[in-house]
């Protein structure tokens, strides 16, 4: 991080400070989603199939283009760690940098999770957030971000010298290996930096360092997804729990996490204009 005493800069260093910030991704040019059919199509949906993530654990399901998915808040306060994979090819994945680019840091109803290159398309809009409410807390707080990365074995190793077996990457490894029969290895990679669902996240104002605080999510409450290809979804009810205190260890009560997949009335989207993958001619050349 930045020291806090810095050396003595340039006579025009104030000026330079003072330069007005201007937006890197202007979102005025970017395709939204028509969230009048989405909104529409939320009226008519039929649940087809339902997860359970036990706690500490992952589990992945399919979603078909045009479907929804919703992950719901059981039994206590958890944070989730989302992946998404087209099911077509699990090297398409979402890109939480490029999300974040595009949308900020935290993600709510409207927002899109758009895929790695070079296929550059949303995998999925966020069509509810029952914290929607939550908005920006007094420490820059908001929910449902896409800053942090996922816990994971090697940054607990380096930083507490602990092997720890259950952290949202491992969990997911397992999750995806089990749910296309991959072995742990070849399921790694394909794991990616994720949407922490329910985590409530900022970056605090003296260090700029990722703060997490107890998540606002409450049993009942939910985030809801529309599916714009045919998707793999991994969740890890993360071994933080609430995210109130640590992670990766056992320390933290956790809950489970209910994730269900609903089918709309296929009319109410037959107006849906789904993104194509990015039409870049791919050559990085004249
Ligand atoms: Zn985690």
Redesign the pocket.
């Known amino acids: 991080m930045k020291p806090q005493t810095l050396p003595n800069g340039p006579t025009d260093a104030k000026a330079r400070r003072q330069i007005a910030p201007v937006i890197c991704y202007p979102t005025d040019g970017l395709p939204n989603p028509d969230m009048g059919i989405i909104n529409a199509a939320r009226t008519s949906l039929v649940k087809t199939d339902a997860v359970i993530v036990p706690p500490r654990d992952a589990r992945c399901f399919d979603v078909p283009k045009g479907h929804f998915f919703r992950i719901t808040s059981i039994e206590g306060s958890q944070?989730g760690?989302l992946n998404l994979w087209s099911a077509h090819d699990l090297t398409e994945h979402f890109y939480s940098g490029k999300t974040r680019a595009l949308h900020g840091t935290h993600l709510s109803t409207g927002d899109r999770m758009w895929s790695n290159f070079p296929h550059m398309r949303p995998l999925a809009t966020i069509s509810h957030d029952t914290l929607g409410w939550y908005g920006w807390d007094d420490d820059g707080g908001s929910v449902h971000d896409v800053i942090g990365t996922?816990?994971d074995p090697y940054t607990a190793k380096l930083l507490g010298d602990i092997d720890y077996h259950h952290?949202?990457?491992s969990?997911l490894i397992r999750g995806l290996a089990a749910h296309c029969q991959l072995g742990h290895a070849a399921a790694e990679p394909l794991v990616h930096d994720v949407l922490n669902v329910f985590m409530c996240t900022g970056f605090t104002k003296d260090t700029h360092q990722y703060f997490m605080k107890a998540s606002p999510v409450r049993p009942g409450d939910y985030i809801e997804f529309f599916a714009e290809a045919d998707l793999i979804g991994g969740l890890?009810a993360?071994?933080?729990g609430d995210?109130s205190a640590e992670?990766?260890s056992d320390q933290a009560p956790c809950f489970p996490l209910l994730v269900e997949i609903f089918k709309p009335d296929s009319k109410d989207l037959d107006r849906f204009s789904y993104l194509p993958k990015s039409p870049y001619s791919g050559t990085h050349q004249d």
Do not use: L
Request: proline share 7%.
């Open positions: 944070v760690d996922r816990c952290c949202c990457h969990n890890s993360c071994p933080g995210c992670h990766s």
